[in-house]
């Protein structure tokens, strides 16, 4: 086997190894967030539709004093007719 042949056959294999591990890394960590919000939403007896997901995808402000919930969630909520005793947690889940 030639040193060229070797090099791009290792080329090859990296770019299956960077292309494998690419969705890993790049992985949006607010997909379970935006899940605890909604199922959060849904155990309270609503419907946990697209519109209550795209209120959801709003990521609650985390603080050193803890999780607050984002202004823009709670108010994607409340435009759905969702209690605030109901929102404010959910978004806080965001």
Not at 50 to 74: R, Y
Request: hydrophobic share 45%; with cysteine; net charge positive.
């Amino acid at each position: 086997m030639t040193f060229q042949r070797a090099k791009r056959m290792a080329a090859a294999a990296g770019v299956v190894v960077a292309a494998g591990a690419l969705p890993i890394l790049v992985a949006s960590p607010a997909s379970a967030t935006q899940g605890a919000c909604t199922n959060y939403v849904a155990s309270h007896g609503y419907f946990a539709g697209p519109k209550v997901k795209e209120a959801c995808s709003h990521g609650a402000i985390k603080t050193p004093f803890g999780s607050w919930p984002n202004p823009a969630c709670t108010l994607g909520l409340a435009q759905l007719n969702i209690k605030n005793a109901v929102s404010d947690p959910a978004c806080s889940r965001a």
